[in-house]
């Protein structure tokens, strides 16, 4: 969306219903990217299901009280979705997306502009924010088009840290972990048979690197989202999932198109390295095969008993839906183990999950679900915390 249709949104007053007085910007900014603030649904009953007595504090204290501890929704406000007892907080799944999108966005930021996340958007919580190891910006002056793609993703994923740190307010906002991009690419290409890789050398050297995060993104928001118990909070991660869609297919695209070139002096081409990308992925996640790289000039389909030659831009399963990653299976992937760990990869210190600890630790060999959630800390308070601090005027 360009800068002129965003100060569209912001032209006209919207009153809020619970004060009486005009929307805080950053509060409507928050309301308009989840999908909460949309004509004819602005008024007392929405603002008052962001409310925490009447929203997610019923969630998250009354789980045992209400239909048993059975899924459903809550009978007092049909806003919320009730889950099983011990499943993570709303508060620890946004905290878990939070550092998928500082990585993100730090990847593209400095290949685009050469620099990080700015002062106002890394901290907050109990801890200082993390350094960043590694990254530069990228000259894509011999390939002016990924440069322009490439300051699209970039502004996308700036616009997604600053959102879920809005939405998780101060009392659930986590600062940037430390993220170390130079020993953990390299240490991804020797998993995939390089010798080293510098994701910042070239535009397809960063289409590389890229395909390494976005495919993750897409399959951890589908996995987080069964989840999330606000039904608003949902549709904003079915919205950022779509965008990681949209940007894993861009990705995909452009490295099919391009697969037979030869990636500098690695003897390999495109194809090959990206496949093998695919397939260090799949062995670090555990044994069941959601992976998938873009395929070469032998894949088909198969649509009515006849095969077709295709591509492979969209991974999918038999019916033709996106795979999903618990968070331990997506700390396989960016800790680089196939092993139970807390720390690791591109995150040298672990990712930061206060609201619900016990997420930010990889699978043992990818065998961990999020349905164990019983041994996971419970962060109840949290959610109470961050949906006070939607009441509030962020910015």
Do not use: W
């Amino acid at each position: 969306m360009t800068d002129e249709i965003k100060d569209k949104n912001e032209q006209s007053p919207i009153i809020d219903a619970a004060t009486g007085g005009p929307l805080s910007k950053s509060r409507r900014r928050f309301l308009a990217h989840s999908g909460m603030y949309t004509a004819g649904l602005v008024g007392s009953a929405l603002l008052g299901a962001c409310s925490d007595d009447k929203n997610v504090a019923l969630a998250q204290d009354d789980n045992d009280s209400m239909n048993g501890g059975m899924d459903g929704l809550d009978p007092n406000n049909p806003n919320v979705i009730v889950l099983p007892d011990g499943s993570p907080s709303d508060a620890g799944v946004l905290q878990f997306a939070l550092n998928l999108e500082y990585l993100e966005a730090e990847y593209y930021l400095r290949a685009v502009t050469g620099n990080g996340l700015m002062e106002d958007d890394i901290g907050g919580g109990s801890e200082d924010p993390g350094m960043v190891t590694g990254g530069r910006m990228v000259d894509f002056s011999g390939e002016p088009l990924i440069g322009r793609y490439a300051a699209e993703i970039a502004s996308d994923e700036l616009d997604h840290v600053q959102f879920l740190r809005s939405g998780l307010g101060d009392g659930g906002v986590i600062s940037r972990p430390q993220i170390n991009f130079t020993d953990a690419f390299n240490a991804a290409a020797q998993a995939a048979g390089l010798n080293s890789f510098d994701p910042f050398a070239s535009p397809i050297n960063f289409l590389i690197g890229a395909f390494i995060f976005e495919d993750v993104g897409v399959s951890a928001y589908k996995g987080g989202a069964q989840f999330i118990r606000n039904r608003d909070f949902l549709t904003a991660a079915a919205g950022i999932l779509s965008v990681e869609g949209y940007h894993a297919g861009l990705v995909r695209t452009i490295l099919t198109a391009r697969m037979d070139e030869q990636v500098g002096d690695t003897g390999l081409n495109i194809g090959q390295i990206v496949n093998a990308i695919s397939d260090a992925r799949d062995d670090l996640d555990g044994p069941d095969d959601i992976d998938q790289g873009i395929g070469d000039d032998n894949t088909s389909v198969s649509i009515y008993g006849s095969s077709i030659r295709s591509t492979n831009i969209v991974p999918v399963d038999d019916n033709g839906i996106t795979y999903s990653r618990t968070p331990g299976q997506v700390h396989n992937i960016v800790y680089l183990t196939p092993e139970a760990a807390e720390m690791g990869g591109f995150f040298p210190q672990g990712t930061r999950i206060p609201a619900n600890p016990g997420l930010s630790t990889s699978s043992d060999s990818g065998s961990g679900d999020m349905d164990d959630a019983s041994d996971m800390d419970a962060g109840d308070d949290s959610d109470s915390m961050m949906m006070d601090e939607m009441e509030t005027d962020n910015g």
